[in-house]
């Protein structure tokens, strides 16, 4: 019997898709060229810029349905990839967390395995406020058991991401910066969650 594929969607702001990165491979490119998948994969990086969570959560389920194949012949699974926005916006934690909350609890219904990437250090001044909602985050999927990556507290004070991000405006990292975030991903349970060899390619 043939195994199934696996299909992935990646789904967040623009930082999911590499933005600022001149080899415009982002973390996703990184982490999935450095995976050795066993049977044939997809992924597919679902990008809005400058999205909030609230945002997210109205559009992730349609957008990955027409993408998700029939669950007998393909392995769906879902990567929620969050990023700064709620902070800019003046999203409460409270709706943000709830936000949240609404698509892994959907995910689950719809037994699609789910893997959380948390927002990255951006503008000094909202610092305190990227690590709360970091931490907001890591305790909702905590709570569901899905594996989340902290991206804030690597690298809220790693020179390598602070001149990456000086470089940029104190919005997007370059190429070190990504290599730094993809490196948190495939450390951080990602193989695990695929069921795949740590060996990367």
Not at 101 to 107: G, R, S, W
Request: with cysteine.
């Amino acid at each position: 019997m043939q195994e199934r594929e696996v299909r992935i969607c990646v789904v967040g702001d623009e930082l999911a898709t590499g933005v600022g990165d001149a080899r415009a491979l982002g973390w996703t490119g990184r982490v999935v060229a450095r995976t050795n998948f066993t049977r044939p994969a997809m992924v597919f990086t679902l990008a809005i810029p400058g999205e909030t969570s609230t945002q997210l959560s109205t559009r992730w389920e349609p957008e990955t349905a027409v993408r998700f194949g029939p669950e007998h012949e393909v392995e769906n699974r879902l990567v929620v990839a969050l990023g700064r926005h709620d902070v800019t916006a003046g999203l409460s934690v409270a709706r943000s967390r709830l936000n949240l909350a609404n698509i892994l609890d959907i995910a689950e219904a719809n037994r699609t395995p789910t893997f959380v990437v948390g927002p990255p250090p951006g503008a000094p001044e909202k610092g305190e406020r990227i690590a709360e909602l970091s931490d907001a985050f890591a305790d909702v999927a905590s709570r569901r058991r899905v594996p989340y990556v902290d991206t804030y507290t690597p690298l809220a004070a790693h020179e390598q991401w602070l001149a990456d991000l000086a470089q940029n405006g104190t919005m997007y990292p370059g190429q070190a910066g990504y290599g730094l975030m993809a490196w948190l991903v495939l450390h951080t349970g990602w193989h695990a969650w695929l069921g795949v060899s740590q060996e990367e390619n």
